[in-house]
């Protein structure tokens, strides 16, 4: 599985984005699917993951009631609408596929997405 997010950009505080991930591969519907970011100097982390078919979602504390994850399996791809940005929220985004919800195991990663939330 191939992946590639976009959507980011430079956002006020208070401002929305919503953050797209395009999958290759015939199996992208057997994969759940999961959004982490890295701020400079700040080590990776976890924001969101959805299962397979979508019926589980999951989020970190600091995004919760923020953030949305959604997908679409007949377009291959996933979403992360961010609502209230925050200036804290900025980082490089990426997503990835892994074999459960639950799990910390991804084992594909897209190349990352530029989101800068100003004060």
């Known amino acids: 599985v191939q992946l590639q997010a976009s959507g980011g950009g430079l956002v006020q505080a208070g401002d929305s984005l919503r953050l797209s991930c395009a999958a290759s591969?015939?199996?992208?519907?057997?994969?759940?699917m999961g959004w982490f970011r890295q701020a400079p100097g700040k080590e990776r982390e976890f924001v969101a993951a959805?299962?397979?078919?979508?019926?589980?979602?999951r989020y970190a504390d600091s995004v919760k009631g923020r953030f949305t994850i959604s997908r679409d399996n007949a377009k291959n791809s996933v979403y992360l609408q961010m609502n209230s940005l925050k200036p804290e929220d900025t980082a490089v985004y990426y997503c990835?596929?892994?074999?459960?919800?639950?799990?910390?195991?991804?084992?594909?990663w897209g190349q990352g997405t530029q989101v800068t939330v100003s004060s």
């Open positions: 959805i299962s397979s078919v979508g019926g589980i979602t």
């Open positions: 591969g015939r199996t992208f519907s057997s994969y759940a």
């Open positions: 990835a596929a892994g074999p459960l919800v639950y799990g910390n195991r991804y084992d594909y």
